[in-house]
């Protein structure tokens, strides 16, 4: 008996603690978007990001966005601070309603994300190969850079993004449709699909009871 009032003693002052928390990770995350030029409308987050935004870069978050960053955030597995990186002259656009947990964003060119849109734990999104392809212009780092292939990323409205999947450049994917936990995406998606799988491939249409 005393050790059940000990435990609801022990949540109470757990939950108190936590909304004390909540409410400094979000008015420490309302100074990072202020000072990385962030335009963006209501939000929470549980934990802090990593948030870097170069000076020609643009980043636009729309209302009611929801960031989990850590193991308090998003316990799951594989915790990590969501990443939201721009770099010169690219454009990462979030819409509303949208959902990211342990997520690292990389815009290279441009990465838009429609609304209602679901990320689940771990994802990663980059419109970019980092390097070359072609192993004479890796050797220098300025060839590297410039030669690096660039693709533009779309996330339609109500996707689903599974936990620990990776998006990379060039795909779009489409309306309502679901990628797998675990998925490597290298080809567009249709809308109304469930794809997964390392790449990922189609495995079924969504039926219209099953639409968000």
Not at 160 to 169: E, M
Not at 172 to 198: F, H, L, R
């Amino acid at each position: 008996m005393i050790q059940k009032y000990i435990s609801i003693i022990f949540k109470i002052i757990r939950k108190l603690i936590n909304i004390l928390i909540y409410k400094i990770d979000f008015l420490i995350c309302l100074g990072m978007f202020y000072v990385q030029n962030v335009k963006h409308e209501s939000f929470r987050s549980r934990g802090l990001p990593y948030i870097s935004v170069a000076r020609n870069g643009k980043c636009t978050i729309g209302k009611h966005f929801l960031m989990n960053n850590g193991l308090k955030g998003n316990p799951i597995g594989r915790p990590q601070r969501c990443l939201l990186f721009v770099c010169n002259f690219a454009t990462l656009t979030i819409g509303e309603k949208v959902g990211i947990s342990s997520t690292a964003i990389i815009a290279s060119l441009s990465i838009t994300i429609g609304d209602n849109v679901q990320i689940g734990g771990g994802v990663c999104i980059y419109d970019t190969d980092f390097h070359s392809l072609d192993h004479n212009y890796r050797k220098d780092m300025a060839q590297d850079n410039i030669h690096q292939v660039k693709s533009a990323i779309l996330i339609k409205e109500n996707s689903f993004i599974g936990a620990h999947s990776t998006i990379l450049k060039g795909v779009t994917i489409g309306v309502n449709s679901i990628v797998g936990a675990c998925s490597v995406v290298t080809k567009s998606i249709p809308d109304n699909e469930i794809w997964a799988g390392n790449p990922a491939k189609f495995i079924r249409k969504i039926n219209e009871s099953e639409e968000v």
